[in-house]
């Protein structure tokens, strides 16, 4: 028996066990199959492939088999590693752009061996090879970005923050990733639209992921009021106009700090973010399925808990409900929710949910024929984040 024969009967054992365990979900995508999702997602620059080069992916697709964790990571690592000593060279030779950008795609390519989640050795390496090479990115950024560590409960915060250049005393927002996008991800992603409005960023992992010093717990959102504790002082921001904004299952974090920091924050926007019903047994059930996602959902989510099998991570989930606590009815900073009414990720109904509670006035942004985070063929990422994310940020925080 070849060993692409066994992982396939081990992957159909464990599917059965979980389908057995949990009713009917839906199974995931075969090798095969996941090529060919990740193809279609690269020429198309859909998350999470934005900033790849279609060609370079097509090769190293060509030299995976089958879907054991490791192999990936390994295929995905040889290019990382490839771009990161074409930075050391460029910086070396004087060539800072041409190094930024080498820099930028060893992170990209380190970072998706990586992805979603960190469960197996190489994965693991992965992620560390994925950190270093942002972390030189990050060295010799235009605009500078500064690497911040908070002390925090005898641990650290790590997180990034950039400044628009010529701006003295820029708002700031703290801008959180999701389950599968650290902060990293948002410097890349959102650092530009923030920069160019005039917002200054802070880059943060949300918790159970990346360098964040907590799993995801109830009261884990002090990490966040930490960081604004460690701000307020400087002088080359405005404390007074301070912004959040979570992204997918960062976007839980910042329906938490609306409620947590009422006044400190003038601005929050809730970016798809769970906050009641995704929480629910039967959803879960239902979108662990999703075909939105291109693989190791469950893993991902399970991780972010410190949880390792199905039941354990369906029993942890409805604690950290917003309306069972009786949070949405307290007071809140101001609040723009966006999302798709098509998310199979995360329930559209989360974000009616907060619309309608509490006595703060909210503001809404939903794309009907929108999946998870509103993302559509006409709506990409890119485009709800500056056309309407950072606008609002910005009559918010004039």
């Known amino acids: 028996m070849n060993r692409i ?16 365990a949990s009713g009917q979900i839906a199974p995931g995508r075969t090798w095969p199959e996941l090529k ?12 999470p492939l934005t900033g790849f080069d279609a060609q370079e992916v097509g090769d190293i697709l060509s030299k995976i088999g089958s879907l054991d964790r490791d192999e990936w990571a390994r295929a995905w690592m ?50 560390e090879r994925a950190t270093e090479a942002f972390r030189a990115y990050a060295r010799i950024a235009e605009p500078p970005i500064e690497v911040l560590r908070i002390a925090f409960e005898g641990r650290e915060i790590t997180a990034y923050l950039q400044k628009p250049p010529g701006v003295a005393k820029p708002p700031v927002v703290l801008s959180v ?74 976007g839980h974090w910042a329906a938490r700090m609306a409620i947590a920091e009422p006044k400190r924050l003038k601005a929050v926007v809730n970016w798809a973010g769970p906050v009641h019903g995704y929480f629910q047994r039967d959803w879960q059930l239902k979108a662990l399925g999703t075909r939105e996602y291109l693989f190791d959902l469950f893993p991902a989510r399970a991780a972010v808990y410190g949880t390792e099998t199905l039941e354990q991570f369906l029993a942890y989930g409805p604690r950290m409900s917003l309306k069972e606590s009786g949070a949405l009815d307290k007071p809140s900073a101001p609040q723009l929710l ?7 990720q995360v329930p559209i109904d989360d974000l009616y949910i907060v619309l309608k509670s509490g006595s703060t006035a909210k503001e809404a942004w939903v794309n009907p024929t929108g999946g998870h985070i509103g993302r559509n063929r006409e709506w990409s990422d890119g485009q709800i984040f500056e056309q309407v994310i950072v606008p609002w940020f910005v009559r918010r925080l004039r």
């Open 177 to 250: 990733g999701g389950l599968d996008s650290y902060k990293e991800f948002v410097v890349e992603q959102y650092g530009p639209g923030y920069l160019k409005a005039g917002l200054a960023y802070i880059a943060l992992d949300m918790p159970g992921t990346g360098e964040s010093p907590l799993k995801i717990d109830i009261g884990a959102e002090r990490i966040y009021s930490r960081v604004i504790d460690a701000i307020e002082a400087r002088p080359d921001i405005d404390p007074a106009r301070l912004g959040f904004q979570g992204v997918s299952w960062g």
């Open 5 to 20: 024969t066994r992982l396939a009967i081990t992957a159909a054992a464990a599917l059965s066990l979980w389908q057995s």
């Open 78 to 127: 040889q290019n990382g590693t490839r771009h990161f000593g074409e930075g050391q060279a460029a910086e070396k030779a004087g060539q800072p752009s041409k190094a930024r950008e080498a820099y930028l795609s060893a992170w990209r390519y380190h970072g998706f061996g990586a992805w979603p989640t960190q469960n197996s050795a190489e994965k693991k390496l992965a992620h």
């Open 36 to 47: 060919d999702a990740i193809t279609e997602r690269v020429k198309a620059q859909r998350y």
């Open 338 to 344: 966006v999302n798709g009414e098509r998310d199979t």
